[in-house]
């Protein structure tokens, strides 16, 4: 498998920035899974990255811009699970046992 990613820095620069687009929206779609999301295709998306980190500005620029779009996707995933938890956790009242345990902790100080 690492001879598909490994080898990238020896692509052009318009097919690099290809590579790396179609890598990131795998990668999307791995995140997105309500019932199964996946980090293989943004692990590989970072080592990519590094493999070519010595490219020529304008390549690097737009590598970044699309991984950066990568990243906005999994603030959003983590933001909605912890969201996710929260209600959950109020649901079964764990919330407010927490809340009640935590100041009844600060009363014995």
């Known amino acids: 498998m690492n001879q598909i990613f490994t080898p990238s820095q020896n692509l052009n620069c318009e097919a690099i920035v290809d590579f790396v687009k179609a ?3 795998v990668s999307m779609e ?3 899974s309500p019932t199964d999301p996946r980090v293989f295709s943004l692990t590989k998306s970072v080592e990519i990255a590094h493999y070519n980190m010595n490219r020529i500005r304008l390549v690097w620029k737009l590598q970044i811009e699309t991984l950066l779009d990568v990243k906005k996707v999994v603030e959003s995933a983590e933001a909605q ?3 996710t938890m929260h209600q959950h956790g109020l649901k ?3 919330a ?3 809340d009640s345990m935590e100041q009844t902790a600060l009363y014995r100080v």
Do not use: F, M, V
């Open 23 to 25: 890598l990131c929206k």
């Open 30 to 32: 791995e995140l997105r």
């Open 81 to 83: 699970a912890a969201r």
């Open 92 to 94: 079964t009242g764990y």
């Open 96 to 98: 407010e046992r927490n």
